[in-house]
């Protein structure tokens, strides 16, 4: 089976549906407001992906950003149904874990968190006001 007739085979997400609805509307809009679009998207997806090495939710401005260009744009149209995708299968996976990996995980995170505690106040940490 070739990757064209697998893509023709898996459902795409609903919001790449409604994407393709948006994007009629979105073609008899002005010049400047699609430009304006092109920036905002631009912008959101630059910030996105800075928030990827900095704090902040870079998995909530990326989809952002890339629904934005795919109104204009079908390599962002095909990159946000590929995250979607990625997305999906994670949220899939996650549920699949069993009870065993879940309690380890849940201790392996409070171990974590205990030792920095630890450190914080034993090892006399200069950042940490304790």
Request: glycine share 6%.
């Amino acid at each position: 089976m070739t990757t064209q007739e697998q893509d023709e085979e898996r459902p795409r997400p609903k919001l790449i549906e409604k994407l393709a609805e948006q994007r009629d509307v979105h073609k008899a809009r002005p010049k400047v407001i699609r430009a304006l679009y092109v920036a905002v998207g631009i912008t959101l997806l630059l910030g996105g992906l800075i928030m990827l090495v900095t704090p902040g939710p870079a998995f909530a401005v990326i989809p952002i950003g890339l629904f934005i260009l795919a109104l204009e744009f079908s390599w962002a149209e095909a990159a946000l149904e590929k995250s979607l995708e990625q997305a999906e299968a994670a949220k899939r996976k996650a549920a699949e874990t069993t009870r065993t990996q879940r309690i380890l995980t849940a201790t392996a995170g409070v171990l974590a968190v205990a030792g920095l505690v630890a450190w914080a106040l034993y090892g006399d940490i200069p950042v940490a006001p304790v």
